[in-house]
């Protein structure tokens, strides 16, 4: 007789209020033979507030790779596994892609347990275009590096979102400002469904300076939200604008649109924005 393989559940839990756990994640996390925890003393947490007891392995971004092929092992020998993270819903910026990957290559079923995600969450209360949307993830650690992401990104993609630590989110904003310009809109949620939820909106200075206001703010998770390029003005004269590109073919943007707004007493943020949308901004 044929060994029937298990099935591998991709299980969203809770990003803050232990209540917004859904009853089929409860139901499945209670049946399955194994759990694959990011962190299983977190996890551990979580399912003794559910009543809950099952076999727990770690599977995290060091140990995926090899924990993967044992996982799948244990699922060809008929045995369940459940998926999750330390919050909201596996893979999202989280350890996963090695094991699913990996399973749905075998052909192993893989079955989603749809609920909470801080991306979507967070956006769906932003105030800015859900039509189209790019999530970018974590950002580099070191400022150069973050501003060679933000900049490679490609005009169109729609609102950006990624996610910050609290000791990175200032200098992120000020790297926004350095790709973006001053103006560009942002929204700023920060511990989502918990107790110190909040949503900060506008330029980068003015989160900055919400930031800033109280030490306590700059704590937490957080998701940032960056809204599209609005359109260039079309009203700028082909003149002005031949001058902007020969002087961006010489110069960083921001002082070809100084000096080309200066030559022509033109505004310099709209220039800026020009130089922008011409290099995919």
Known sequence: MTQENGQLYIV????????DISQRAIQTLGKV???????????????????????????????????????????????????????????????GYSLVRLCRDAGIKIVPIP???????????????????????????????RQQ?????????????????????????????????????LALAKELTKTFEHFAFGTAADIKAWLTEDPARCQGEMVLMIAPSQPVDDEIPAEVQR???????????????A????????KKNALYKLGLSWTGM
């Open 259 to 266: 000096l080309a707004a200066e030559i022509h007493d033109q």
């Open 243 to 257: 001058t902007l590109k020969l002087l961006m073919a010489e110069l960083p943007l921001k002082k070809a649109a």
């Open 33 to 95: 033979a194994w759990v694959a925890a990011e962190d299983t003393r977190h996890s551990g947490k979580l399912l003794s507030h559910l009543g809950l007891s099952a076999r727990m392995l770690a599977l995290h971004d060091h140990n995926e790779k090899q924990r993967a092929s044992a996982l799948l092992q244990k699922l060809q020998a008929g045995e369940d596994v459940a998926l999750i993270s330390d919050a909201g819903t596996p893979l999202i910026s989280d350890p």
């Open 149 to 185: 992401v933000l900049q490679a990104i490609p005009a169109g993609v729609g609102t950006l979102i990624c996610y910050e630590t609290a000791r990175r989110i200032l200098d992120t904003l000020d790297d926004l400002v350095a790709v973006y310009g001053p103006e560009r809109e």
């Open 115 to 145: 609920g909470p995600c801080a991306l979507i969450a967070a956006l769906c209360c932003s105030g800015l275009p859900t039509d189209k949307f790019h999530f970018i993830g974590f950002l580099p650690a070191k400022s150069g590096q």
């Open 12 to 19: 969203a839990t809770p990003i803050g209020n232990l209540d």
